[in-house]
């Protein structure tokens, strides 16, 4: 085992020489991150919206993406290396898959739950399917929709650390040089800054699903205003704070 | 018009929930459907706009069968609110009112103001609520909402599912007034659900009782009162006031006021202070059944006749109602009398207690400046005030009962001198009801929100 006790003064010293380097991992370590999770947007959400069509579309769906984060990352990113090679590619396609499920869990989720009477209500209005889904339906779900976007993100910025074993870069790059050269210096030089980026991501992803909230909208548009408001739209707000989804890798 | 012909709904479990509907909903008309919980009142009006189709029958809207029209058009062109308020949450209130407009592609200035003249209707300032939120309006206001939308695009029908029964008894009050006033301006023809005997014998033109499925009874308010189809109806009619009968009225203390009130008042407060806010009122249009019914409801044997405006109009006491009861074609307006004595807001008390003590009144009615009815000073409100202003030993006084009841029995209209009242006509009456006692009201109103929860 290498030596964990790694002075702190070591560990900045170390990472302002090789910041260079590390600027381009962390970099990589976006990028892939961030393609795979807007391609399981782009994919996820019209996935979410076709599980509305019928009970047994949405159990398939739902199945397959449920399997494919099952996997276990590892074992995903090998099979994907096989038939794909190694690199950056295999890389972001894995995400992809990986984050496929939270995000159409949630975005079907999100659609569900609008209540039966705000549909009733829009279809005596004489909104057409399309209407009732674009006007109504999604901009009520798209708080759940965050928080499968929130959770597709921190999963996939810790599964992109294991990128370097099917030969992708990033951040995984100086934890496995770490591993391998027994260098703790290196190790915390990969970790540290990707759990940072988790951190980070967690955090602004929650306030962008606390702004899209309608609940939320209202209560600013009520402080901002100076009216006495405030209070039932917290309690909107509480209501309207989207579940957490069950599996999350 | 809209009309039913044999109408059946077969739900997809089987369930038979329409049986062989026959119905007319005549234009300009508030149509009442009421009856029990699931007896089919809202999938008979959700077929209307085509939220439900029919398994067999017509249905046609001014001689056209609907199913000839595209239901996303039709249920444009009908107004609908429902039960839960169904305001989108993500919408301002603009936009939510404006939401037929938007699907019919008005232009956007004339949405505007189209909304603000929306909200003003309703007693909704539009430059304080047209950007807010749903959730930041109180029921009331967001049913209010509702309501307006569905008139947004002006439409010939509306279509109202329960829409006042999640309220409060004052929201509803008010909405139920809202909307029997707008409807007096704007001769909709208005669809409305509800299980609510009181609140459909207020505002329904025409009631449609139903059950299991099936038409009992459909008549004017007046005629279903008067001749009842059979013992569902009577029942449903009758076990309303039993449930009102229960609340305990207590208004003795008015005939024995004497008429030396004046030299008692310490301070004098304005008639106000001590006015009865909600009296009992009715409408001229309204038939002699109901306005005894309201007073039965309101324990008063009299009550103000006003218009939607609540001008005060005259005045009626059961002894006349019952003089032309059998004359089914009369109403408010034919048997009503002039009010004689009123006082204006702000009068002070002991003027209207001498206005009461000089003319052996059994109450005044109190009118603001434009002349409308606001509240009403009764010999018990008088005693009320006095017994929380005068030491126990005095009020003991009050309660004594001074006058011959005979005289009392009299003068039970109010505003009018004794002898022209005829007394006569129902003996059987006791003199002790005369007191409007309107401060059951509340009481009232909830415990007709208990019998039907
Ligand atoms: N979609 C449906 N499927 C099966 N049964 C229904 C459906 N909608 C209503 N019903 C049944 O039809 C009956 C009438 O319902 P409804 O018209 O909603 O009653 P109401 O409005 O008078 O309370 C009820 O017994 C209800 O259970
Ligand atoms: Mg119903």
Redo the contacts with the bound molecule.
Sequence with gaps: MPDTSVNFVDFVDYFWRNRGLMGEYFLQHVQMVTLGVLLALLVGVPLGVLCMKSRWLSRIILSITGILQVLPSLAMLVLLMLWMGLGNTTVTVGLFLYSLNPIVRNTYVGLQQVSSSLIDAARGVGMNRWQQLWRVRVPLALPYMMTGLRVAAVIAIGVATIAPLVGGDGLGRELYAGINGQNSLRIYAGAIPAALLAIVADIGLGALQRRLDPAHRSARASSKRGSGGSSSGKAAADKAVPPVPKAQG | MIQFQNVNKMYDDGFHALKNINLEFRKGEMTVLIGPSGCG??TTMRMINRLVSPSSGSIKIDGSDILSIDPVELRRSIGYVIQSVGLFPHMTIARNVAIVPRLKRWTADKMSRRVDELLDMVGLKPELYRDRYPSELSGGQQQRVGVVRALAADPDIILM??PFSALDPMSREQLQEDVARLQQELHKTIVF?THDMDEALKIADRIVLMKDGEVVQSDTPDRILRRPANDFVRSFIGQKRLDQEQIIVASAQDREAGSDFGSVMQDTPSVDEVMITQPAVTYPSRGLAEAISTMERRKVDSLYVVDRQRKLLGSVSIYNVMDSYRDEDKTVADVMLPVRYSVVSGTPLTQAVELLAGHRLHNVAVVDESGRFIGLITRGSVVRHLAEQLPMMEYDQLDNPNDEPGQARKDITPGMEPDSSPSSSVPSLEPASSVRENDSDDRDSKSGREARS
Excluded: I, T, Y
Aim: no cysteine.
């Design positions: 009142k809202s599912d329960e659900v």
